[in-house]
C-alpha cells in the first residue's frame, strides 16, 4: 500500500508540470530568435569570416539591436526589424 502511495506522489508533480515546447508549433518569441540566429549567415552580414563556420548559440535582444554569440566566442551585432516583437531577454538558438 505504501509503494502505490509513494509513486502516486512522485507522479503528481509531473502530471501538473507543463508540457514541453511543441516544436510544431513553437512561441513567436521562439521563432524570432531562430530567425535572429540565423541572420548572420545572410550575404549582407557576411563578410566576418571568423564565424561563418561555428554554430549560434545564443542571441540576446536588446530594445533596438541584438547580439548573437557563437561557439567560438565570436559575436555579430544584428539591428531587429521593424516589425519584430520579442521581448528582451536571452534566447537559445535552435540546434
Known sequence: MNRW????????PLACSSPPPDPLYP????????YLCRIPYTETYDQN???TRARPVLVIVHDSRATVYFENDQTQQVPLEPGMVIPSGSYACPR
Open 5 to 12: 502511495l509513494l509513486l502516486a506522489l512522485a507522479w503528481v
Open 27 to 34: 512561441l513567436h518569441s521562439q521563432r524570432d530568435a531562430a
Open 49 to 51: 569570416q571568423a564565424w
